[in-house]
């Protein structure tokens, strides 16, 4: 797969569907296994702001052709697509062949605005009705594949079979096994010569769902709420629309990210999409689940895509080999957590992760003790543990170095420790030997481990009674943003500086990266 560059020029405001500056449509599969919990559903969908429902006759448990079709498309308050999904392409569909079909062509008679096909059978399906078609019906022929994304020439062929059919829209369903998969969904919805509805399924996949309207997608697919999703990766209408901001996404819209693994957790699409609204420029920031960064990075090299990346776990020091350029700082740390793509396409990196925490561990030993901010840090002196020593433990271990705090590295890897421990002049312990290592009173501890963060919150890198010989504890993990290790701490009566302390902080550092804008132009 080369890298993404697509050319988007021609899509600018699309052909006027929709709201706003995106032409892509937001659809919502209602899933009722009843009529009457189907309505409800179509109610909720327009509330939350859908522009059309996908009505799945596959899931009503009991199901009466004529009177339920009528039913479902007369009182719905938004324009329908009817899709009856036998279980041979993925939906809940078992019987007669001949009857599913009769369905779908009585939706098209009783007012359906588009009928879902599949391409197996769109053929015989728009045969059936070629003359009949009533004005403005859209016949949706869809290819859903539940094992990978086939090579662009592949798919370029399937959109060529689906259009033979007489489909006036394509839909093409992979499933994403990498990220750059969606390069290729993107490729295709460019270029394709009917209107195309291109998605990767599973989290690998979910930017090929948000990124519609960049590359021209007819619609996208947002569930009601996060236990009514109809496949894999699908995100909600609400997150689509506000979190997003999905109606202001156009083909020239900038793209950022998180770059991890895991990343679903990450709340920095929430502190970004805001702070790019608040001030009117055009970018969007989304969760990218990234398994091999050199692979994402070569896939996704135009300048208005991946145009800034945070880095987290496993890949702070991964990425470091991806740069062309790397902040002196950042190379000292050995670290990086933020990317930005210049203009000319070259990747430039930064550490703000040693700012973030350090300016918040050095506010919460000033509220402790009182003192006023003055020329010396508040760290100068005190003993700092760090826990871990990978990416944000290397951050900690230099920042607090730097401010002239006495360092201690403990890992579970002792290698790791000394090495890092060297580096900052400071020294090394296996994280088994920190519960008994009290050798004043008084020290600080920043723990950069993952252990504590969800699912496992009842994990503690050290156990409660060890705390007492702290007078601050710092947890970088954020989710749950009150771990057992703070919680512990505050029995003990130590201070705390919770994880999102250095989220928002060092995330204030990368937004200034990425815009060059200053404090005074954020609101």
Known sequence: MGSLSVDTSNLQKGSGFGKSSSATLVCTPVLGTSVNQMLVDMARAKQIGADLVEIRLDYLTDFNPRFDLETLIKQCPLPTIVTYRPKWEGGRYEGDESRRQDALRLAMELGADYIDVELQVAHEFNSSIYGKKPDNFKVIVSSHNFHNTPSSEAIANLIARIQSTGADIAKIVTTASDITDCARIFQITVHSQIPTIGIALGE????????????????????????????????????????????????????????????????????????????????????????????????????????????????????????????????????????????????????????????????????????????????????????????????????????????????????????????????????????????????????????????????????????????????????????????????????????????????????KNFTGLTGNNYN
């Not at 770059?259 to 699409?269: A, F, L």
């Not at 010396?376 to 607090?400: D, H």
């Not at 290698?415 to 296996?430: P, S």
């Open 204 to 511: 690998r996949g979910s930017l090929s769902r948000v990124l519609s309207p960049k590359f021209g997608g007819y619609l996208t697919y947002g569930a009601l709420d996060t236990d009514a999703v109809s496949a894999p990766g699908q995100t909600t209408v609400k997150d689509l629309l506000e979190l997003y901001n999905f109606r202001l996404i156009r083909p020239d819209t900038k793209v950022y990210g998180i770059i991890g693994k895991p990343v679903g957790h990450s709340k920095s699409p929430l502190l970004f999409n805001a702070a790019f609204k608040s001030v009117g420029l055009n970018a969007v920031y989304l969760h990218f689940l990234v398994d091999d960064v050199e692979k994402f990075f070569n896939t996704y090299s135009s300048p208005d895509f991946a145009s800034g990346c945070s880095c987290t776990i496993p890949h702070k020091e991964a990425a470091l080999k991806c740069m062309d350029e790397v902040d002196h700082i950042a190379k000292k740390i050995g670290a990086i957590n933020n990317i930005v793509r210049r203009p000319d396409g070259k990747l430039t990196a930064f550490n703000t992760d040693y700012i973030g925490a350090i300016t918040a561990i050095e506010d919460g030993l000033r509220g402790l003790e009182g003192v006023k901010p003055a020329p010396r840090s508040p760290l100068s002196g005190k003993l700092f543990v760090v826990l871990g020593a990978g990416g944000a433990g290397k951050s900690l271990a230099y920042g607090a170095a730097q401010k002239g705090a006495r360092v201690v590295v403990a890992n579970r890897t002792f290698e790791r420790a000394k090495e890092l421990a060297d580096k900052v002049g400071g020294k090394y312990l296996a994280l088994s030997e920190v519960e008994n290592f009290h050798p004043e009173e008084a020290m600080v501890l920043a723990n950069t481990t993952s252990v504590g963060m969800k699912p496992n919150i009842d994990q503690t890198p050290i156990p409660k009674h060890a705390l007492k010989h702290y007078c601050l504890v710092f947890d970088a993990i954020y989710t749950p943003k009150d771990t057992r290790l703070l919680r512990e701490a505050k029995e003990a009566r130590a201070a705390i500086v919770y994880g999102t302390e250095m989220l928002i902080r060092q995330g204030f550092e990368q937004y």
